[in-house]
């Protein structure tokens, strides 16, 4: 009789607990189109895709330009001085991975931000050291070139438009320049761009103008984008770095080239995930943590117990990040096991957890075959899909909050400060708090490590279902994980799949963080089953489209910022 009281006692704490975690998503911008939709984090950005699409420009035309547009309204995240990767599905089948990675100076060396055998981050995150070679721009050129319509002119339009005429400065931009006054304070032509004659920066509703910026999109506009690395500007910010520390040089610029890659293809519960291989992390860590959970019934025991599937998912989560911080790195320098995607190897790790308690993941993995088979040698997200079959998600970026914090002057330029997503030295927390081994050791011309996601599912029959991405260095890949199992597993509409409390791990620090608005059972159970659990005001920023049951397109823009998604 106690065991069966106990029993019952149990199932009504579970239904409980389920209906107390069942919780209306934050209201997310959402979209219902039949020929095309695009997604981004601002609505000026949304706008010009959507502008595009009806001029006649298909999804990779539409990304683009919203990409593009992005660079000038939300140059805190991304731009022309930063690196993307893109993932397209086109309309005749075929799956195309286009790297535009930042790539490590011809002078970079694997200890230069070593002082006296200890890491300076300061070094290689802020100022001219902190910079890689831009790849953005030759990415878009050769997306627009392999299944783009439209002229990179007319692409460019909506950026030039946005940066010589100026914008209201939005929310989201207004607190990261209040946020990071120091910082851009430091340089002369960063100073010259965000900051009012007395000595503010601009906020909300400002008007703000980039002429420089906006001189340099015409440029490319005018001479095309090898302008951007063999012409004038790749000379400017050469000589700047020449006279200030830096190491970027024009050859560098002259020499970078944006990289076809072969997609990760993996299969989840019947479904076709398509990824984004190294210097990406996101592809194989997002087929891993799926090959680990396809070992457990997720969705009937997320509807008997919801906390203790999102125990088991973090413990996944934890066992690839572990995986990580050891074997990942730019597969054209180091060696990059295959076997890390090995339902295999994937079903030990499952083995290894304990759905009542988290357990201490002490190191990496061993996946089969690690030495002989390896892959050959802030950031936002903008998602777009076309009737006729065209699905495109890019992600892009210039790593932390306006790169490195230099804007050359004369350029208008953010440039990144990517060498931070290297190893600058072994257990050595980056900007994210993520650590590294010698596969992510800076080396010239080397890409650094990214955890940049852009992800497309297909289903059954091989029809793109689901483009997906996400923005917050490690968060992308758990966002783009809960957006996969809350969609597939859990059957949830993509708003609420989008919108919904997130949570992440990332293995060090051995830590279990919660969005604050999840509710306050999530934090207390799951301590109770051994999680050192932290809150966190934002897991980060979620763009994604769907293709609904019905036929028609939805796409959805994270409620946790202002974006926009929008269509027809």
Not at 61 to 84: E, F, M, P, R, Y
Not at 297 to 319: G, K, M, N, Q, Y
Not at 468 to 477: E, F
Request: glycine fraction near 10%; charged fraction near 20%.
């Amino acid at each position: 009789m106690t065991t069966n009281c106990n029993s019952i006692l149990r199932s009504a704490v579970c239904v409980a607990l389920g209906l107390l975690l069942t919780c209306l998503p934050l209201r997310a911008n959402t979209f219902h189109g039949d020929e095309y939709v695009v997604a981004s984090v601002n609505p000026i950005a949304t706008d010009a895709g959507v502008k595009v699409f009806e001029e006649g420009g298909n999804a990779i035309d539409a990304a683009i330009t919203t990409a593009l547009t992005l660079a000038v309204v939300d140059g805190h995240n991304s731009g022309v001085g930063g690196g993307c990767l893109i993932m397209i599905r086109t309309a005749d089948g075929r799956l195309i991975a286009i790297d535009g990675r930042e790539r490590a100076p011809a002078r970079a060396t694997a200890d230069m931000f070593v002082i006296d055998g200890q890491a300076d981050p300061n070094a290689s995150q802020l100022g001219p050291l902190a910079s890689g070679v831009p790849g953005a721009l030759a990415a878009y050129e050769k997306a627009r070139e392999v299944c783009g319509t439209m002229p990179m002119s007319r692409l460019l339009a909506p950026a030039i438009e946005a940066a010589e005429s100026g914008f209201e400065v939005s929310r989201p931009l207004a607190n990261s320049l209040a946020g990071h006054t120091d910082k851009l304070e430091q340089f002369e032509g960063t100073k010259a761009v965000y900051f009012k004659p007395d000595g503010s920066v601009y906020q909300e509703g400002d008007r703000l103008v980039q002429p420089d910026l906006a001189n340099t999109l015409k440029q490319v506009a005018k001479h095309g984008v090898d302008w951007f690395y063999r012409g004038e500007l790749a000379e400017q910010i050469g000589d700047w770095m020449a006279q200030n520390g830096g190491l970027l040089t024009a050859k560098d610029f002259a020499d970078y080239e944006a990289v076809s890659r072969e997609p990760i293809v993996s299969t989840y519960r019947g479904y076709t995930i398509v990824g984004f291989p190294p210097p990406s992390s996101g592809g194989v860590h997002v087929a891993q943590v799926l090959n680990i959970l396809e070992n457990y019934d997720l969705a009937a025991l997320h509807r008997s117990d919801p906390l203790r599937a999102i125990h088991l998912v973090s413990e996944a989560f934890t066992r690839a990040f572990a995986d990580r911080a050891y074997w990942l790195g730019d597969a054209d320098h180091a060696p990059v096991p295959r076997g890390l995607l090995s339902k295999q190897y994937a079903k030990q790790l499952a083995a290894s957890i304990d759905l009542d308690r988290a357990v201490e993941v002490s190191t990496h993995g061993n996946p089969p075959q690690w030495k002989q088979d390896l892959f050959g040698r802030h950031t936002t997200h903008i998602s777009a899909v076309d009737s006729e079959g065209n699905w495109v998600a890019i992600t892009a970026t210039v790593n932390t909050s306006f790169g490195s914090g230099v804007i050359v002057p004369g350029t208008g330029v953010v440039l990144n400060n990517e060498m931070d997503d290297f190893s600058i030295q072994p257990g050595v927390p980056n900007a994210f708090g993520l650590i590294g081994a010698e596969n992510n050791s800076i080396a010239p011309g080397k890409r650094p490590l990214s955890s940049m996601s852009p992800t497309i599912v297909l289903d059954e029959e091989k029809k793109p279902i689901l483009s997906i991405g996400a923005a917050g260095g490690p968060k992308i890949i758990t966002q783009v994980l809960l957006g996969i199992i809350r969609t597939i597993d859990y059957g949830e509409p993509l708003d609420k799949a989008v919108g919904d409390p997130r949570f992440h791990h990332q293995w060090r620090p051995n830590q279990l963080g919660i969005e604050d608005v999840a509710p306050r059972q999530w934090a207390t159970e799951l301590a109770a089953r051994g999680h050192d659990v932290q809150t966190l005001p934002s897991a980060g920023v979620c763009q994604a489209i769907a293709l609904t049951s019905d036929g028609r397109l939805v796409g959805v823009s994270d409620p946790r910022i202002p974006g926009k998604a929008a269509g027809k």
